[in-house]
């Protein structure tokens, strides 16, 4: 399995910026589709991002298409999340997921392996 650890978080204004990194150890890097997912407090985890690792194709949930990027660095094992136009409904703790098999990227349930999270809080 790999293993994943989050940081970049923090508290920022409306309209700023945060870049987000989630490290990996463990398992060759390039053998795992990676996800960012959100949880804000009294809601379910929901998808952001994911990224294959071939070809390095994205996905992103409607919600932040425009704002947000997922990109990875394959040579240095980690994923990253630039988060720009920050709103504040985009506070929430930010999760790293990666899974080995192509199924449903957008389904939390379908990736085996998670960081602890980082909090990003923006305030209005």
């Known amino acids: 399995q790999v293993q994943l650890v989050e940081s970049g978080g923090g508290l920022v204004q409306a309209g700023g910026s945060l870049r987000l990194s989630c490290a990996a150890s463990g398992d060759p890097f390039t053998n795992y589709i990676m996800a960012w997912f959100r949880q804000a407090p009294g809601k379910e985890r929901e998808f952001v991002a994911a990224i294959l690792a071939i070809a390095e194709r994205t996905y992103s949930a409607e919600s932040v298409k425009g704002r947000f990027t997922i990109s990875r660095d394959n040579a240095k094992n980690t994923l990253y999340l630039q988060m720009n136009n920050l709103k504040p409904e985009d506070t929430a703790v930010y999760y790293c997921?990666?899974?080995?098999?192509?199924?449903?990227?957008?389904?939390?349930?379908?990736?085996?392996?998670w960081g602890q999270g980082t909090q990003v809080t923006v305030s209005s």
């Open positions: 997921a990666a899974t080995r098999t192509y199924t449903r990227l957008s389904k939390a349930t379908d990736y085996d392996s």
